[in-house]
């Protein structure tokens, strides 16, 4: 079984100097353009913003060189929005409070409890992505897809350009990518039937997956031990 690990490139196609290839394509196929089709309909703005809100983290973590989940997001999202008017026009201590907030109230609110929480206002804005009103700010999920869309082509061309952006994606993509590539190259080989339904037989003791063919491995380890020598 192949292992498709972006857009027209298997596991066993992938080496080192791939790696921003397979990052590249990963973000942009599997994630952002899919966002920016559910931006072409009505009532898909939490939906494009779940799939474009995963892109600010690596973005954040990539251009900063900062580790920690909350730095690196709140990164991210002055990423995101540098450049464009509606942000510019904030002083620092606001914008650091615009994202924050974003962080904290919109990404963690979405990514754990399927909402945001107070301080955050969806709605559209014709031509802007955010508005700060007091203490709430109010962010258009459409144009904030085009956002993060535009924001990642503008880090592949820094990469291609900057060695502090190249060297910064390295860091980040052995940590991330790396890792857990070889997890995946050191799995036992499954093969499938054509009928994966009939996962397990239905035989007196220990269940032997139908269909399924584990070469030696770890998880031969399971099927010949006793539970009893397992600690």
Known sequence: MKLVIAPGIT?????????????????????????LKLTETQDNGIAALLLSLSCVEPMGE?????????????DGFRYVL??????????????????????DHLRNGLFHEAFFTPGIVIAHLEGKV????????????????HATKESFDRLCEEYNSSKEVEEGFMRFWKA????????????PSVSLSPQPQRLFSSSQGTATPAGV??????MEFLQTKKKSDIT
């Open 82 to 103: 540098k450049g464009r008017k509606d942000f510019d026009s904030v002083n620092p201590t606001g914008q650091n409070f615009v994202c924050g907030l974003l962080t």
């Open 130 to 145: 955010l508005v700060l009103d007091g203490s709430t700010v109010v962010i258009d999920p459409y144009q904030f897809t």
């Open 176 to 187: 991330k990518g790396e890792n857990y590539l070889k997890s995946l190259r050191k799995r």
């Open 11 to 35: 596991l066993d196609e992938y080496t080192e100097h791939r790696a921003f290839e397979v990052f590249e394509k990963r973000t942009k196929g599997w994630i952002l353009q899919q966002a």
């Open 213 to 218: 063919t584990l070469t030696p491995g770890p």
């Open 62 to 74: 990539i251009i900063s060189g900062r580790s920690k989940n909350g730095e690196k997001v709140e």
